[in-house]
DNA sequence: GCTGGCACTCGACTGTAGCGAGTGCCAGTC
DNA sequence: GACTGGCACTCGCTACAGTCGAGTGCCAGC
């Protein structure tokens, strides 16, 4: 197929103008508004090429061109020069991050300024539970036959959940439970826990055996199986930018959507530990309800360590340059302050 | 002003067609599907009376009527009959109740049952720290100039922080530490904690002092000035149903609303300590961005205490009787949850 | 291979007309 | 005095015709 560099740059500046716009692109505006070299003329003849080839098209005869999914995703292969960040963008980023306090406390504020920054719907994923080590298990008896559960991860997670202990276990057993527990598991991936788990339950002594047994049932499904992952969520009203021509008129797939950390999860998560850039344009998202939208994400992490990922998600219709550069910038600013701790 | 038994009829007739059908409702369509026992031409007399009052309103002339917000409010005050539940929705309530195995855990599944069931946006607040007890505190050393402090309430509630210390303390100090904050301070309201955390520095020993004064900064600061309160939220997505006529045809000031933590708490947190359902109908509300939202809310807890808030949010025009019993019903279910743990 | 010119298409907008739901008012009835 | 039937009127909604103009595809010429 013959794309040459002219027709590449027409695709380009096409692309740009819809975004800024929102509105189908003329082949005359086109050669005003940009140094193409030709005549609207030509352009035309590019442009029906671009349409046969599927990258852009008509939404009805006698209107301008539009980007398909796929002629975003050149534009976005091919096409899009980095874009940096401005001073502005980069004070905000760090602004953020001082006077943190807490992993929440990150979380919570790096998916607010991402949502500020790019202007879409901002995810985070909080740090994975299967990327993370145990720094620390605590037990703490609430009664006889009650024990709080706490978790300390090396990312700075904290989870915690009661147990319901068979039969009252004195105190003297718990600071031994939590003794063994921790001799056991502290320093170890989250994942690899089970058989550790499994041992500690055959090796304790015949009178800890009944509490370890419940214990590391609790531990077990709430740390490795139902593997509890987080997400925070920012900046649902700028959905509603755009007016309704974004998501053909219907948020409402959309916002369910974003209910669901499963789906949340699939997009954003990590699934390989890289921190490449990831680029899902409409029709390549597997969820359904997402076809309409666009999702820029990436992971990040301590140092070279990816412990969860982040990203936003909007309209096909939106800057990728621009928040491709925000994504990666902010994921990194996270990767350091965890470094930090 | 003359609201005779009929003309009240005539407004009760108008909120629930107005209600069931979203479109202005017309005297002669009143009459055949309510027995009024009178004609269409009296029935536009009353209505011109209600008009005049200021309960219904006209979009344009030559449209049915509409009701006000105040017309709303008098149809909640006096008009409603209560509606009791369907074996449906009882199950449902009854259902989500079992399994759960956290308070946070409790906390989603409320706000999503909630959601479901009224089908609009629903929010629960997590049991209010100012309302809870310190049931323990623990210290857990991360390193030696480092401490996570995690506080367990009586309801439920976990809270942890991490604090920097400003020298290293030796394990004993941090047990001698942990000694002291549990006896001042476990069984005591946490919005009376102030001065006894004050005296808690002046008591403690020399060598423990520059610890203690820095914790006890820390659990003011998270704890009670910081007021830690934490919100839940669920079934935006319904906010798009009834196709943009509600909400004037835009979402975004409800949505840029929901995001804001403060405000939701100004809108379902208790104020004083009651189980009262209250509703807000439109221009009640104090926050501008929900004016064109009505919100029914009440408060739950153990027994007869009230802990938190909940409620849910949507268009004026709702379903009053049906979502104030699901609200309450709920809020029931969920203090009778709490009071088992 | 590019360009200017030209005929053509088709959505957006405007103006007009008819329809019908719904109203307000009034005179008449119980 | 309260209710009712009748009637003129209002006004949004829909359909339809006409115009405008942005944008296109194609073609002959450079």
């Not at 020069?81 to 602004?95: D, M």
């Not at 170890?188 to 550790?196: D, G, M």
């Not at 939208?293 to 992490?301: L, R």
Request: aromatic share 2%; hydrophobic share 40%; proline share 6%.
């Amino acid at each position: 197929m013959g794309l040459d560099d002219r027709k590449l740059a027409v695709l380009r500046a096409i692309v740009e103008d819809y975004v800024a716009t929102q509105e189908p692109v003329g082949s005359k505006a086109l050669v005003e508004r940009h140094q193409l070299g030709v005549s609207p003329a030509t352009v035309r003849n590019d442009m029906a090429v671009l349409e046969e080839e599927g990258y852009i098209r008509q939404p009805h005869t006698s209107a301008g061109r539009v980007p398909t999914d796929r002629g975003y995703r050149l534009f976005v292969d091919r096409l899009s020069r980095v874009k940096p960040l401005s001073p502005a963008e980069r004070r905000a980023i760090e602004r953020f991050l001082v006077g943190a306090v807490d992993l929440d406390d990150v979380v919570h504020r790096t998916v607010r300024l991402l949502a500020q920054l790019t202007r879409q719907v901002a995810v985070v994923q909080y740090p994975s539970l299967a990327r993370s080590k145990v720094r620390h298990l605590e037990l703490v008896p609430i009664s006889t036959t009650r024990l709080m559960v706490v978790m300390i991860a090396d990312t700075g997670r904290v989870e915690q959940r009661l147990v319901e202990l068979p039969a009252p276990v004195p105190a003297e057993d718990v600071t031994d439970l939590r003794r063994l527990v921790n001799e056991k598991l502290v320093g170890s991936q989250l994942a690899e826990t089970p058989p550790l788990v499994q041992a500690l339950v055959e090796e304790s002594a015949t009178h800890l055996r009944p509490a370890m047994t419940t214990l590391s049932t609790v531990l077990l499904e709430t740390l490795v199986e139902r593997h509890e992952e987080r997400i925070a969520l920012a900046g649902t009203a700028n959905l509603t930018r755009g007016g309704l021509l974004d998501f053909q008129g219907s948020l409402r797939p959309i916002l369910e959507a974003l209910e669901e950390e499963v789906v949340l999860l699939k997009l954003i998560g990590e699934t390989e530990p890289s921190n490449a850039t990831r680029v899902l344009i409409g029709d390549e998202n597997e969820i359904d309800n997402l076809r309409a939208a666009s999702v820029v994400s990436t992971g990040y992490g301590p140092g070279a360590t990816i412990v969860g990922g982040l990203g936003v998600l909007g309209p096909t219709r939106m800057d990728y340059p621009g928040n491709i550069a925000m994504v990666r910038a902010v994921a990194r600013y996270v990767g350091e302050l965890l470094a930090q701790n």
